[in-house]
Structure formats: C-alpha cells, structure tokens
C-alpha cells in the first residue's frame, strides 16, 4: 500500500501562510496527474473536499486554499490562515488501491 | 444540493452482522460510483468499499474484504453496507461518499456520518 506522511500538527498565527505537506512513500502520478487529493475536516463534521489531482480548487472553496506538487511530494497551503481554518486536514492518494488518506495535520492556533 | 444521508449505526456485539444505509439526492445517483469510508474515534480516515454505476464490480481492501459487502439500488437512489462478523476495530464513523465523475477517484461529497460501535 501506498504511505501517505503528514506532521501531526501545525501551530501558526492568523493573517499568516500555513503550509502543509503530505509525502507519498511512492509516486502518486502518472504523466501529467497527480493524483493526490486534500480533506478539511472539522470536529464533529464529515471531511469536505479542498483540492483535487494536487492543485485544483474544488467548488465553493475559497482562493486563499492552493495546492501545489507532484511525484511523491505535495503542498496545500492556505494564505492567509483564518479563524474558519482551524481544522485537519487529510491527504488522500488514488494512485493505487487501496485509496490511502494521510494521518492528519491538525492546523492549531499559534 | 447534493446530499448524502446515512442510517443504520449503533451497538453491536462481536461477531454480529449490520447494514447500513446511505440515502442520495440531489445528482444522479446512477451516473457515479459510490463509496463507504469509515473513521474511528480520534483516528484518521480509511477505505472500506467502492462500487461501480451498475453495481456490477465492487473493490475492499484486505480488512474488509469477504466480510463486508457493498451493494445500490439506483432506482431508489440508495447506497448499503452489509457488515458481518464484526470485530471491535471496526468500531467507527461511517461515512457514505460520492467518487468524482472523471475517474479519478477522490470523494466529492461526504454524508455526515453513522456511528457504528462493536462491544460485548
């Protein structure tokens, strides 16, 4: 199976860039795409869709989300951190079956 | 809207069978493929089932397979689980998800989850 790695939790301040990596122990793209996928879950509520195939924007999220990467490293930042953030956020890989999800990196106020 | 409405959850003993349920609206529930992903508490998130548009091919991973069965039924706009021989470690949230239209395997929409939890 495929090992997605994310640090468990990221401390940073509001108004500031927060940048969170997920490192896929094998790639995760073939040619052009990247098929790797980015969660917001906050307590108590199901997972919602940020970021799909790596970099694009799914609907209704806001521009300050952004997802960047390939291969076996992945980025999603948000710029800049709002109160509404605080949350985890999953990576997900559809690479291989089993679809894999990172642990988690729980986004914490600074 | 899009929604994803699961029942079925609750207490049951080791060994025991449940099944839940998953009811869709808003989309056309028979254009896309369906899945199950579950959450235990304080815990990540995890596969468990992936069935196609007919229901006619249907995809587990290991923990799973040959204990838990994904199945629809597109005329009633409905997704199940039936989970037999149930262990504790498959204590956990369940939640019910749509897999993107393009085939690329990632979960557009979320159900708000059901609780499933295995105790004697």
């Known amino acids: 199976d495929i090992v997605l790695t994310q640090s468990p939790v990221l401390a940073v301040s509001l108004g500031q860039r927060a940048t969170i990596s997920c490192r896929a122990s094998?790639?995760?793209?073939?040619?052009?795409?990247?098929?790797m996928h980015w969660y917001q879950q906050k307590p108590g509520q199901q997972p919602k869709l940020l970021i799909y195939r790596a970099s694009n924007l799914a609907s209704g999220i806001p521009a300050r989300f952004s997802g960047s990467g390939s291969g076996t490293d992945f980025t999603l930042t948000i710029d800049p951190v709002q109160a509404d953030d605080i949350a985890a956020y999953y990576c997900q890989q559809s690479r291989e079956s089993p679809n894999t999800f990172g642990a988690g990196t729980k986004l914490e106020l600074k | 809207e899009v929604q994803l409405v699961e029942s079925g959850g609750g207490l049951v003993q080791p060994g025991r069978s449940l099944k839940l349920s998953c009811a869709a609206s808003g989309f056309t529930f028979s254009n896309y493929y369906m899945a199950w992903v579950r959450q235990a508490p304080k815990k990540g998130l995890e596969w468990v089932a992936t069935i196609s548009t007919s229901g006619s091919r249907t995809y587990y991973p290991d923990s799973v397979k040959g204990r838990f069965t994904i199945s629809r039924d597109n005329a009633k706009s409905s997704l199940y689980l039936q989970m037999n021989s149930l262990k504790s470690e498959d204590t956990a949230t369940y939640y019910c998800a749509r897999l993107d239209y393009g085939g690329y395997a990632y979960f557009d929409y979320w159900g708000q989850g059901v609780m499933v939890t295995v105790s004697s």
């Open positions: 094998q790639s995760v793209s073939i040619s052009s795409i990247n098929l």
